[in-house]
């Protein structure tokens, strides 16, 4: 089983910067692809961004070039480094492996508020 904390939220205005945290644990939990999700009220909950075991990533089209995942497997840590941020990135973001199981489990998540 994998389990997640997340961490790391904030309010900031737009175009600051925030670093998300999620310390993850669970048996061979490295083998999993991991993400960064996010869900806004009214809204689904969307991936914006995910890497591979071997480190390849991948965003969604609106974060790219402001967000940077990556992880650190010794630490059992993947990060989302997010600058430049903007109101539409208003969410409570959660981490979780890829692709995510109908019934999967979510941590508690850690709310980004950008307001100016």
């Known amino acids: 089983q994998v389990q997640v904390v997340e961490s790391g939220g904030a309010l900031v205005q737009p175009g600051g910067s925030l670093r998300l945290s999620c310390v993850v644990s669970g048996s061979e939990w490295r083998v999993y692809t991991m993400g960064w999700y996010r869900q806004s009220p009214g809204n689904q909950r969307e991936r914006v961004a995910r890497i591979t075991p071997n480190g390849d990533t991948a965003y969604k089209d609106s974060v790219k070039g402001r967000f940077t995942i990556s992880r650190d497997n010794a630490k059992n840590l993947v990060t989302l480094q997010m600058n430049n941020l903007e109101t539409e990135d208003t969410a409570v973001y959660y981490c979780?492996?890829?692709?995510?199981?109908?019934?999967?489990?979510w941590g508690q998540g850690t709310q980004v508020t950008v307001s100016s």
């Open positions: 979780n492996i890829v692709p995510v199981p109908l019934r999967a489990t």
